[in-house]
Structures are given as C-alpha cells and as structure tokens.
C-alpha cells in the first residue's frame, strides 16, 4: 500500500520552479502571542520580522483533539487524525502495558507525508525532533523525537535511533553536544536550533523539520501569558533568528516556515473522570496499583478534551450506559463538562476512530488522574490544551516567508498547510483534504 501511494506521488509532475523550505513548530505558539506581541509586552523581533515580510494566519483551525501529536501529522500531510491514524498523544492503553507509550513511530501515519512526496521526488529530506518521526524511511537525515525512562540512557536511545554517524557530525559541525537537546528548555531548543542549522550547511536539504518544545513546557507549567512564557518565547525568537539566518546563508532562497499546533488555556480545576466511569461499574482497577484489571468504557484523556472508548463499540447497552452517565454529569456545570459528542459528529470532525464518545470540558477544567475523591479537584498545572478546536483560544499559529505571498491570511484551515508547503516545494499531495492557501 504504502509503495503505491509513493508511486502516485512520484507520478505527479513537480512545477519547475521550486523551493527549500524549512518548517519550524513552536509548540503551543498562540498566534496573538506574536500578531499582538507589542500589546503584550513581547518582544519577538524575528517572528514579527517574519510575518510583516511575509504571510500569516490570524489563527490556524486545528485537529481534534488540539494537542501535540495528532496537529503535527496533519502539518505534514493535509488530513485529519481519522485518517492519518495518529489519534491522540498517548496511545490508548487501557491496562497501562506501554508505560503510557506515545504516538512515536512514522509507521503508524496511514497517508503520505511532505518527507514522503520530496524524497519520492528525489529531492533530501531532514528532520529534528520532529513527533511521529521514529524509523521514517522517507527521512534521509533524521534525529527523531523519542523518550522512555527520561534519563541519560534515553540520550543513547536516540543516537541509536538517528541517521548512523549523523549525531556525531552534526556535534563536530555545530559545537553542540548531542545531550544538551535531551529537555524542553529554552537552551535545549537552542541546541537543537544549532545542531539544525548544521544539518542545512552540511547536506542542503529540500525539506527540513524542527520541533521547538519548551514554550509549551512552561505553558503547562506557569501558564499562558504568564511572565515565564512570554520570557521563553523571546528565547525561541532568538535561537530561530540565528537558524533562519544561517539557513539563509546556505540556501539563499529558501522559504521559512513557521507554525503550531495549538493554543493554550488557564486552567483552575481538574475533572477526575476515571472515578464516575470506576463508580458506574464501567472499569475496575487493581486497589493499591490503581492499574485497570477490566474495563467496558475506559476515558481516554486529551487535556481539555477526553475521548470514551468503549470496549466492544457495539454493545448498546454499554453504550447506553455511557450516554445516561455522560448526561448526568454534564447537567451540573460544576463539574466542567461542556459539551459530548457521539460517533457521527467525532467522525464529521474527524476525530480518533477509536472513540464513541468525546466529551469537551469548559475552558478552565482538564482531565485529572485520580481515581478516588471527589470528582473535581483543584487544577495540576497551570495551563493546557486539547479542547474542541471551536476555542479560538486553541488557534494555532502560521507564518512562512520567502514566497510571493504577503499579507494577512486571515482564519485557516490546518489542513491547507502541507498542500501549500507542498506546492512551494515543488512536489504532489493528492492525498491532502486541505488546499493550497494560493
């Protein structure tokens, strides 16, 4: 299958007049945060200078749910998580098995990416830390994004799982150790930024990608807005200034791309869903584990969202039972329940195939993890995401610079992004629901 999609790619004729490109996510980058960023008290010349000179969005529509993994596929490959299988962060494990295994591996994408369409049009492809990246075939240059056990031993992990003898030249090339990109601080994405710009100068890649992690982090961790996030981004702005410019310097015409994958909410309270669903005979947990020793509807956490999976999809009893537990707990408002949706409307948004239901929480609130007490807690973090993608404050974030095109966008769709940075590339995606932007 997957031979014969790259087949239909390589039969789409590429324009003659074609450029590189270079992708950067600022993960959890608001659009306003840069738009506005004067108001706010921001200062981000690089990202400003990029959009006056260019073009942008006033907001990017995402994916359901507006989280990490599930937004990143689509960035690359122009449809939505019911199609490009990639449904959530963490992948659905009921029994905690995978140690809470995320979405990692590139074989799991079920269409055709962007690195697909240039390496199948003969062109390099290049990747840092990109998620959904592991063992991507179509990568000719790859340091993936990966963790297990987050400790030193992870680092070795990743040089085993990297393009051979890539790491230690990209280390000579840039003065970076290879450990220093192993944490989601500002330094961290510097030292990515650093060992990106490297990988350009070295093998003048068509197609490069870089995933910028902390600003998130800390979004998470001090909240949106708050005198730390604004002080990581204007990090980010600095260590992308020193990357466009020495991408520049090698690829005098290459055309820069800036995005997100959502945006950010405050948060105040926690949802404990687990203890209902324990309650109502729906799952049973080992008592000193709290690991699940069964289950026929088990939540499955996106942040401000959270998708029900159910066991056996067809059983209309449990189905029912979800659906009457669902409805009570959203008739009081203070539990934090907006909205549920049932499979026709998930599979109208495009949302995980696996879920029957997918319940919104009201901005503020986010799935909780714990599985006695009450129901809402006072909040873990200080910030998240993952809500329905109707929040405009879950907009995501685009610029690219270095086209014919300026000005403002206006709101967009996520999915016009990889046809669009396709056609800058030179390359087919007939496989993207989404349109080029122009």
């Known amino acids: 299958m997957r031979a014969l999609t790259l087949a239909v790619l390589l039969a789409v004729a590429a324009p003659a007049s074609a450029s590189p490109v270079l992708m950067v996510s600022i993960d959890g980058l608001r659009p306003l945060d840069v738009i506005d960023a004067k108001a706010r008290g921001i200062s981000v010349p690089v990202l400003t200078g990029l959009m006056k000179d260019g073009a942008y969005a006033t907001g990017v ?15 690359i490959t122009g449809v939505a998580p019911a199609l490009h299988g990639i449904s959530n962060n963490v992948v659905f494990d009921p029994f905690q098995k995978n140690m809470e295994g995320w979405y990692w591996y590139s074989s799991d994408i079920k269409v055709p990416t962007l690195w697909d369409a240039v390496h199948a049009n003969h062109q390099v492809t290049a990747s840092v830390s990109w998620p959904v990246s592991v063992g991507n075939p179509s990568i000719d240059y790859n340091i993936p994004e990966y963790w297990r056990a987050t400790t030193a031993d992870d680092v070795k992990l990743l040089r085993a799982l990297a393009t051979p003898g890539l790491i230690p030249q990209l280390e000579a ?26 990988l350009i100068a070295r093998e003048h890649p068509q197609f490069t990608t870089l995933h910028i992690l902390s600003l998130d982090g800390i979004e998470h961790e001090a909240g949106p807005g708050s005198p730390e996030a604004k002080a990581t981004l204007e990090s980010i702005d600095k260590s992308v200034g020193d990357l466009v410019a ?23 309270h926690d949802v404990n869903l687990a203890i209902p669903f324990l309650a109502a005979g729906l799952a049973t947990v080992d008592p000193k584990t709290h690991k699940v020793t069964d289950w026929q509807a088990e939540p499955w956490s996106a942040g401000g969202s959270v998708a029900v999976v159910l066991k056996d999809p067809n059983d209309e009893a449990v189905k029912a039972k979800v659906r009457a537990l669902l409805a009570k707990l959203a008739a009081d408002p203070a539990n934090g329940i907006a909205k549920v949706i049932e499979k026709p409307e998930i599979e109208k948004r495009g949302g995980a195939a696996e879920a029957s239901f997918w319940i919104d929480l009201q901005l503020g609130y986010e799935m909780g993890r714990a599985f006695v007490g009450p129901l809402v807690t006072a909040g873990s973090i200080k910030g998240t995401h993952g809500y329905f993608p109707d929040h405009k404050e879950m907009r995501a974030t685009f610029i690219i610079d270095g086209t014919k095109k300026h000005g403002d966008l206006g709101d967009i769709d996520m999915r016009d992004i990889a046809p669009t940075v396709a056609k800058v590339l030179g390359v087919g995606l007939p496989s993207a629901t989404g349109r080029p932007l122009w």
């Open 173 to 198: 090339d840039s003065g970076v150790r290879f450990a220093a990109t192993f944490a989601e601080t500002p330094a961290a994405d510097d030292a990515r930024a650093k060992i990106t710009a490297a």
């Open 61 to 75: 529509r995402n994916m359901l749910p507006t989280v990490t993994y599930p937004n990143h596929t689509t960035l």
């Open 246 to 268: 020495a991408a520049r310097k090698a690829e005098p015409d290459i055309v820069i791309v800036i995005v997100s994958d959502h945006g950010f909410q405050a948060i105040e």
